[in-house]
């Protein structure tokens, strides 16, 4: 075999190789805790959460510059859930999920029932947050918020 013809075949085949292996890469989101929403109204919360339909997730800040080493609980964050009259719906549970592959890097802990992250990388993780109650059309809503680590 030619050397032109050697090196081309060795092209072809590590870019097919390449080409398998980005197909391969998939996100998987862990859940690492839970959260529920603030309202306003507090008042037979339990209640409400039965019959409830969460339109819209808020969490601020959405995104929150940290240093690596620093710690950010979820406490520190405002968690929001709204139903169909734009009214805020207190006591809603939500999910906490993170990127499965950046959990050893945000080191989790949870001091007093708080979910605490330290991130030990320089690294932009994202980190959602999924109503448990359905939306008016029976799917699920949530928000995402970005901790960028420098």
Known sequence: M???????????????????????????????GE?????????DAVSA??????????VEPAIVPIAVGKQLCISALQ???FGPDSAALAGVPLTIEIRQDQ???????????????????PAE???RFTSKLPAPDDTKRGAQIFLRAS
């Open 2 to 32: 030619s050397p032109m013809i050697r090196v081309i075949a060795m092209g072809l085949s590590l870019s097919g190789c390449l080409a398998a292996a980005a197909q391969d890469f998939k996100i998987v989101w862990s859940p690492v």
């Open 35 to 43: 959260v529920v929403s603030a309202g306003k109204d507090t008042v």
């Open 49 to 58: 959460r039965a019959r409830a339909k969460v339109v819209r997730v808020d």
């Open 79 to 81: 968690v929001r859930a």
């Open 103 to 121: 959990r050893s890097d945000l080191q989790l802990t949870r001091p007093n029932g708080d979910l605490c992250m330290r991130p030990a990388r």
């Open 125 to 127: 993780y994202p980190i």
